[in-house]
């Protein structure tokens, strides 16, 4: 949860804010805090039963364990897809690296799509797309076949990805987030983990993820539950701050109106607030644009540089994976099974690291909030990642990683689906950059030397995320105080 400070609004019926007009009691003070993730709504997430949170949660996850599943199952099989498809080690690093692009940056657009039409649409819409894409692939007859229709199957799986992490937000508070994020990313972590086993035959594999798929979209129709409420997200309040000035006469009193429906105050009374204002506000298909709020999250600095080091978390471990099944391959005649099966310790230990990662982030936040007074902020929570950085096995790289999500949640009130979906942009774009380069690189330097520069890398990262700790806080803020006056 982050806090912000606005300017006093303006006093009388006849300059009477949207704030006020949904129920919300206005601040006659100027340093007032306002928190716009615990705006009153009809139907609370948040107070939802702790069933329906857990149903809420066992859906996202396992769709992104699939997601995550589907991004590296051919792994253990490439070099069968090379000889049945007649591709080249070029083209089938395409593959691999076209799924990179497509689920990375392809989530800026389902993220922009959820905060008009709700998560659940976006689901539903996904996943068929998945289905789809991954029926394709199993019928696939030529290598340009499949590059086309693994970057459709991506297209598919990537609305998970960020939206699950959103879903989360929208159901816990911020005190929760860091075990349950841990639990939910323990999922997409033991999907790669399960993915080169399963992966014996190519066909088969995707036949799987079809059936998966399927699943998948009846538990969204069925059991799941839209967690999203307008009322606190920032882009339908922009789009209603638009509609208040364009019928304002008064534009300094609309500008005021922006500022305070932007970050609406809750201190006061916790009852279900009307919102017949935000009511007569209609999004629809052209208020989609997702590169706006993407570039807002990028003018933080403290963003850019935690979203970098993410990036180069994921591009590290999907160089590790796919150089190893190669070299596992083709220097020691390893099979698809015995590939996966070396492959699955890499999984395990992420898997075990974003777990344990969650809970500790949890315990460290709550310590440090109760020695500041009842008080904290976003960056505390990186202070756990701090733990495992005088090493680097995936178990710590993902031990980091869980802190380092959970902070950009925090660190983005009202814009969590948008900061997650550029978190999977840059992981998507490193990770395609590192796939890309990982061969050539692996020949001119070999083993040894291709990952001890991801050593180097790495350290680096954690140099990014120690400066975000230190500087995080007031870099944060000046971002808040720019965007006021804007």
């Not at 689920?103 to 799509?113: D, E, I, V």
């Not at 638009?242 to 429906?261: F, G, M, N, R």
């Not at 990262?461 to 000046?478: A, C, D, F, H, Q």
């Amino acid at each position: 949860m982050a806090t912000f400070t606005v300017a006093k609004a303006p006093s009388g019926s006849e300059n009477e804010t949207p704030r006020q007009k949904l129920g919300v009691e206005a601040s006659t003070d100027t340093n007032d805090t306002f928190d716009i993730e615990h705006v009153p709504v009809n139907d609370d997430p948040r107070q939802w039963s702790r069933t329906r949170k857990t149903i809420t949660l066992c859906i996202v996850s396992l769709a992104t364990m699939v997601s995550a599943l589907s991004s590296n199952i051919q792994n253990p099989s490439n070099f069968l897809i090379q000889e049945d498809l007649q591709a080249t080690s070029s083209q089938i690093s395409w593959t691999l690296a076209a799924f990179q692009l497509i689920q990375g940056n392809f989530p800026l657009l389902w993220s922009a799509t959820s905060e008009i039409i709700g998560r659940k649409p976006v689901y539903l819409l996904a996943s068929a797309i998945f289905v789809v894409g991954s029926a394709a692939l199993a019928l696939s007859k030529s290598i340009e076949v499949m590059i086309g229709m693994r970057a459709l199957q991506a297209a598919g799986s990537c609305a998970v990805i960020s939206i699950s992490a959103a879903t989360l937000a929208d159901i816990y508070e911020p005190h929760e987030r860091g075990t349950m994020m841990g639990i939910f990313y323990a999922a997409p972590l033991l999907g790669p983990a399960l993915g080169p086993i399963l992966g014996g035959s190519w066909r088969a594999s995707f036949y799987f993820l079809l059936i998966c798929g399927g699943v998948i979209f009846l538990s969204f129709l069925i059991l799941f539950k839209d967690t999203y409420r307008r009322e606190r997200s920032l882009t339908s309040s922009s789009k209603f701050t638009i509609t208040a000035y364009e019928s304002s006469k008064d534009p300094i009193s609309a500008k005021d109106t922006e500022k305070q429906l932007q970050l609406p105050n809750v201190s006061g009374d916790r009852s279900v607030a009307t919102s017949p204002g935000l009511d007569d506000v209609r999004l629809s298909i052209k208020d989609i644009n997702p590169f706006p709020p993407y570039f807002r999250i990028l003018s933080r600095k403290n963003n850019v540089l935690i979203l970098i080091a993410n990036g180069l978390v994921f591009g590290f471990t999907y160089c590790l994976s796919y150089t190893c099944a190669r070299t596992l391959a083709n220097t020691y005649d390893y099979n698809a099974l015995s590939v996966g099966l070396v492959l699955l310790c890499l999984g395990l230990g992420s898997t075990a690291g974003s777990v344990f990662s969650g809970r500790w982030s949890d315990r460290v936040l709550a310590k440090m909030t109760e020695a500041n007074g009842g008080k904290w902020y976003a960056e505390m929570r990186l202070e756990s990642s701090t733990l495992g950085m005088l090493w680097l096995p995936p178990a710590v790289v993902r031990w980091m990683y869980a802190s380092t999500l959970a902070y950009l949640v925090d660190a983005n009130p009202g814009r969590s689906c948008t900061a997650v979906a550029t978190n999977s942009s840059f992981r998507g774009s490193l990770a395609f950059v590192s796939v890309m380069t990982a061969v050539p690189l692996q020949n001119a330097l070999g083993d040894g030397g291709l990952y001890t520069v991801w050593a180097g890398v790495l350290v680096v990262t954690e140099l990014l995320v120690i400066l975000v700790l230190r500087k995080g806080e007031s870099w944060r803020r000046e971002g808040e105080e720019r965007e006021l006056k804007h």
